[in-house]
């Protein structure tokens, strides 16, 4: 089945850093979704992207849906400690179903 | 305006046991599904409900069944519960295709 990679695994940060992570799959989607995850928590949404080429921010987050459709990007800028947590992807086809990347973890270094 | 809710929070089961997990949402969204999330791993889907009064495998349904009791609700049933079957279990909602909304999970363990 569709599968989606999702880089890095984890990332240690400190305070203030830029953060970069992305996705890729093997087919085409239309939305791209990213979420986040504290512990004991269910995801939530942060982002959802619609077009090819679009960039789209949130406060100090911003993503970026990939030419080609095929991948997408998240930033976040000048991190702060509630940043830490799980970032998943999500790609949209067609059907109702999202395919979701295993998870980027935020870990601030002591 | 509650969003997604779920019950219930925790639960522990004795491996043959049956339980069942609600789930209910209050933002009129067609579309329900129930994942699970195992440690250190990703969602999976189990069911699905693109609208009311259908349902639909997701990944890995095995083990259960579910019921789009009307709009609002969609339970998630265990007929004999496992201890492949700890997880925690979320649901979601989306009002079309893409976007989904979660609820707060449901921790359930399998002995």
């Known amino acids: 089945g569709q599968q989606l990679n999702q880089s890095p695994q984890s990332m240690f940060i400190q305070e203030g850093e830029d953060v970069s992570m992305n996705c890729t799959s093997s087919s085409i989607f239309n939305t791209w979704l990213w979420y986040k995850q504290d512990p004991g928590e269910g995801p939530v949404l942060l982002i959802a992207l619609y077009k090819a080429g679009e960039l789209t921010s949130n406060g100090r987050l911003t993503a970026q849906f990939g030419i080609t459709r095929k991948d997408s990007f998240l930033n976040i800028s000048a991190s702060i400690p509630s940043d830490v947590g799980i970032y998943f992807c999500?790609?949209?086809?067609?059907?109702?179903?999202?395919?979701w990347g295993a998870g980027t973890k935020l870990i601030i270094k002591p | 305006n509650a969003g997604v809710t779920q019950t219930p929070k925790f639960q522990v089961l004795k491996t043959g046991q049956s339980m069942t997990l609600q789930c209910a949402q209050d933002?009129?969204?067609?579309?329900m599904y129930w994942y699970r999330q195992d440690p250190g791993m990703g969602l999976r889907l189990i069911y699905y409900s693109a609208s009311e009064g259908t349902t639909d495998k997701g990944e890995v349904p095995n083990g259960y069944n579910v019921s789009r009791l009307n709009k609002r609700e969609f339970s998630l049933r265990l007929e004999s519960a496992a201890p492949s079957q700890t997880s925690v279990y979320f649901c979601a909602s989306s009002r079309s295709l893409g976007e989904q909304y979660f609820g707060p999970g449901t921790r359930l363990t399998v002995t």
């Open positions: 999500a790609g949209s086809d067609s059907n109702y179903q999202l395919i």
């Open positions: 933002m009129n969204h067609n579309s």
